[in-house]
């Protein structure tokens, strides 16, 4: 197999660390939307209504500051170090411009999956508190029943 059929068999989508960061979140949060491609360098996980995205890097192609991403391959070293380059400067464009839209970005690096428990502090800490789902319904509630009369004067008697 030559090596542009290897490039072609690694996935871009739903790749087993990706799989893997989505089981942890579930629990956490469930209503997020996967490769929103209408958002700068289509996310792998979105939460749409509370403008957060994740982003879940393979260490070695985003040149991650970890064993695995450190390591260079030996041949063809040129090519590699432009390669990793390139990927490092499109994920900086991708988060700047989320940035600027008012979206929050976090980076999940596969070397974290391995520790679960961390893992998981880190998304509670980024998503924030769950939303509570009684008061929504409450809000909306309030919203749909008639209008309560001005403070100080009473409904009218029929």
């Not at 068999?9 to 629990?27: G, N």
């Not at 991708?94 to 070397?111: F, S, Y």
């Not at 502090?121 to 009369?149: C, T, V, Y």
Request: proline content about 7%; aromatic content about 6%.
């Amino acid at each position: 197999m030559n090596r542009s059929a290897i490039m072609r068999a690694v996935p871009s989508r739903d790749t087993s660390a990706e799989l893997k960061a989505r089981a942890i979140l579930r629990p956490i949060a469930s209503g997020y939307r996967l490769h929103r491609a209408d958002l700068p360098g289509k996310p792998d996980i979105a939460f749409v209504g509370r403008r957060l995205a994740i982003f879940v890097h393979g260490c070695f192609w985003h040149g991650h500051d970890c064993r695995r991403g450190a390591r260079m391959p030996k041949t063809n070293v040129d090519y590699w170090r432009a390669k990793i380059g390139r990927n490092l400067a499109r994920d900086e464009k991708h988060r700047a411009a989320l940035n600027d839209m008012g979206w929050k970005v976090l980076t999940i690096w596969e070397c974290e999956l391995a520790d679960v428990a961390a893992l998981d502090k880190k998304l509670r800490a980024f998503i924030g508190p769950p939303e509570n789902s009684s008061s929504r319904q409450m809000s909306a509630a309030r919203a749909r029943s008639p209008k309560a009369p001005p403070a100080g004067r009473s409904a009218p008697r029929r």
